[in-house]
């Protein structure tokens, strides 16, 4: 059974460059949930994907956009970088739209993005 | 907003218990989660509590009180393996109950 992927695992850029990232959900799962994490603190929500739609997003700019394919693989985009965007991207995929009480989020390995 | 306040940092022994502590100010609150994640990991589920109580799950437990905003992660047994970070995360209607929104983490160190 896979579990969530993604790639790539490292990327460096340069300030005002722009980033795709990919994540593949785990078997069987249908919504894609992208948090980034910086150094020592915990992740932060970015948006969440459902049958190919953003459901919900977080306090990040629209520098910050999304995708979802009908296989249910996802992509994060990020335009115009800044230095503060290093972080590590975490991909988590659950089953549903997460209103159950016992939703869980499975997360990927995660991208670490440094921008110089 | 919302915000959840948990310690930086805990040191305990093998073999000992250790409880982690998460205190949380939301809106509509609809549930406290526990996640693991070791360096250079990812996050790992632990447990969930949406009703005040106890949830036993091996070694690993959690507890919530809905009336005091507040909640905890008991480790049990302890072994050097579970040298990790320990988020609490809420689910709430400010974010939704689609989004998990998480503390800082607190980073446990496991001595022989």
């Known amino acids: 059974d896979a579990g969530v992927t993604q790639s790539p695992t490292h990327l460096i850029k340069t300030r005002g460059q722009q980033v795709t990232l990919r994540c593949s959900p785990k078997?069987?799962?249908?919504?894609v949930s992208w948090y980034q994490q910086a150094l020592g603190q915990g992740p932060q929500f970015i948006f969440q994907y459902y049958e190919e739609e953003e459901r919900q997003r977080g306090n990040f700019p629209d520098r910050f956009s999304g995708h979802q394919f009908p296989n249910y693989s996802s992509e994060l985009n990020v335009n115009a970088l800044l230095l503060g965007d290093s972080a590590l991207y975490l991909c988590a995929s659950s089953l549903g739209l997460a209103e159950t009480s016992t939703d869980t989020q499975y997360f990927g390995p995660g991208t670490r993005l440094t921008v110089l | 907003g919302q915000s959840l306040e948990q310690p930086s940092e805990v040191t305990a022994v093998e073999g000992a218990i250790v409880q982690i502590n998460c205190t949380y100010q939301t809106s509509g609150f609809y549930g406290l989660s526990w996640y693991q994640q070791h360096d250079g990991g990812a996050p790992t589920f632990l447990s969930y509590?949406?009703?005040?109580g106890l949830e036993e799950t091996g070694r690993f437990s959690s507890f919530l009180s809905r009336s005091d905003s507040y909640g905890y992660l008991l480790l049990q047994e302890l072994q050097m393996k579970d040298s990790a970070s320990y988020f609490c995360a809420v689910r709430d209607r400010d974010t939704g109950r689609r989004a998990l929104t998480f503390g800082s983490g607190t980073r446990l160190q496991v001595q022989p």
């Open positions: 509590n949406a009703l005040d």
């Open positions: 078997s069987g799962h249908d919504t």
